[in-house]
T-cell receptor, first 112, second 110 residues
Framework: GQQLNQSPQSMFIQEGEDVSMNCTSSSIFNTWLWYKQDPGEGPVLLIALYKAGELTSNGRLTAQFGITRKDSFLNISASIPSDVGIYFCAGTLGGSNYKLTFGKGTLLTVNP | NAGVTQTPKFQVLKTGQSMTLQCAQDMNHNSMYWYRQDPGMGLRLIYYSASEGTTDKGEVPNGYNVSRLNKREFSLRLESAAPSQTSVYFC?????????FGSGTRLTVV
């Protein structure tokens, strides 16, 4: 099946620093999604990307849908302590089933 | 608040016991999904239901069954629990803006 390689696995940064994480796939996707998961909660959608080359921002978050449709990155600028959590990329080919394939996650720790 | 509700939040089972994880959504979504999350593995799809009356296997369906009771409810059943099924289980439904996840059921099989 499709696989997503997400990196890095974990990051430990100082408050105020910028963060970058990315996902690559062995096959193409039509939609890329980025989720954040807080401890004890389900993932929450941060950004959705629907077109190759698309660059989308949501506050301090910016994500891009790679031109090859096989990769995506997420940047967080000026990190704050509440950015702590696990970030997941996910891709789908869409269609009626719309199954999501998830990366293994990036654990972000922000030191105040 | 609108969303996806999962019950129970925590459960401990003995090997061989059975149980059903419940999931309900009130957003009138057609598609619902069950995932399991294990450390370092991300979320893996167990079963999904593209619409009321249909269910299909995902990536890791062995040892599980599902029922799409109506448009709102999608349950996951473990007929004979095994320690390998110790995990956090998430239910999700899909709307126009992607998946909405429940807060999870943490299951331990001893």
């Amino acid at each position: 099946g499709q696989q997503l390689n997400q990196s890095p696995q974990s990051m430990f940064i100082q408050e105020g620093e910028d963060v970058s994480m990315n996902c690559t796939s062995s096959s193409i996707f039509n939609t890329w999604l980025w989720y954040k998961q807080d401890p004890g909660e389900g993932p929450v959608l941060l950004i959705a990307l629907y077109k190759a080359g698309e660059l989308t921002s949501n506050g301090r978050l910016t994500a891009q849908f790679g031109i090859t449709r096989k990769d995506s990155f997420l940047n967080i600028s000026a990190s704050i302590p509440s950015d702590v959590g696990i970030y997941f990329c996910a891709g789908t080919l869409g269609g009626s089933n719309y199954k999501l394939t998830f990366g293994k996650g990036t654990l972000l720790t922000v030191n105040p | 608040n609108a969303g996806v509700t999962q019950t129970p939040k925590f459960q401990v089972l003995k090997t061989g016991q059975s149980m059903t994880l419940q999931c309900a959504q009130d957003m009138n979504h057609n598609s619902m999904y069950w995932y399991r999350q294990d450390p370092g593995m991300g979320l893996r799809l167990i079963y999904y239901s593209a619409s009321e009356g249909t269910t299909d296997k995902g990536e890791v369906p062995n040892g599980y069954n599902v029922s799409r009771l109506n448009k709102r409810e999608f349950s996951l059943r473990l007929e004979s629990a095994a320690p390998s099924q110790t995990s956090v289980y998430f239910c999700a439904s899909r709307g126009n803006y992607g998946y909405t996840f429940g807060s999870g059921t943490r299951l331990t099989v001893v």
